[in-house]
């Protein structure tokens, strides 16, 4: 019982870290379990994801798909505050240019917005609402499945490139900006799990064309992994806070092209 009140303790301060949703001040806070909490990204992923599901649904219900789409993501993106999309940004900024390292790096602390970041954000999040309206237009149930196993599934991406690297960033910044640093091969097993948890249900609630989709899906939020380990290594030598915001855009996108792929066209 109380290692289960524990990890229920670490769900609520990956909860408050990432979203805007209340967390009673009891829970109380430990810098140890700042790390420990990672396991439970994926979770924290599920609770956006049904949020704007529901959202999406509602919205499907009265506006064409195109509309219904944009809504789901603007309410995983209120809240959220942006969190990941603005790391998208700073490490589109960052590294879409020809810098060294400390270069990017310091272009990532800054809080305006470049040239880089505002196409790199206008292109995620323009891809993920056609993904989201082509399947609303399918079936908007399918959509709503898609969006949240999405945003689950795709948390686990900043978790193992927690495992698969080291820090890259300035320490210093990380101290000032809580940041969970590392994880370990249990915490890595428990985001997995979660990601099984967010299938399973899946393929409940979305039938053949879940079916279909999700090895394909994996597989993308995989690819991006295996990517952004590269590309980190070279650039940075590691991972920074930005990096990994980037890293659950870039699988959630990658997740969401999948289902249209191969969901959308065994639903049709």
Sequence with gaps: MRTL???ARLFLIALQFFTRVPI???????PAWLQDCARHFPAVGLVV????AAALLGAAALWPPAIAAGLGI???VWLTGGFHEDGLADTCDGLGG????ARALEIMKDSRL???GALGLLLVLGLKAAALAALVARSPLLAAVALAWGHGASRCAPVLLMRLLPYGGDPEHAKAKPLALQVSATGVAVALGWV????AAALALGGAPAAAALPWALAAIAAVVLWMRRWLHRRLGGFTGDTLGA???LGELAALLAWVAVAGRAHG
């Design 5 to 7: 009140a524990h990890e």
């Design 24 to 30: 009673p001040a009891r829970v109380g806070f430990e």
């Design 98 to 101: 020809a810098v060294s390292r």
């Design 49 to 52: 994801g049904a949020f704007g």
């Design 114 to 116: 470049g040239s880089y």
């Design 247 to 249: 890293a659950q855009q």
């Design 196 to 199: 099984a948890l967010a299938s």
């Design 74 to 76: 603007a309410a995983t």
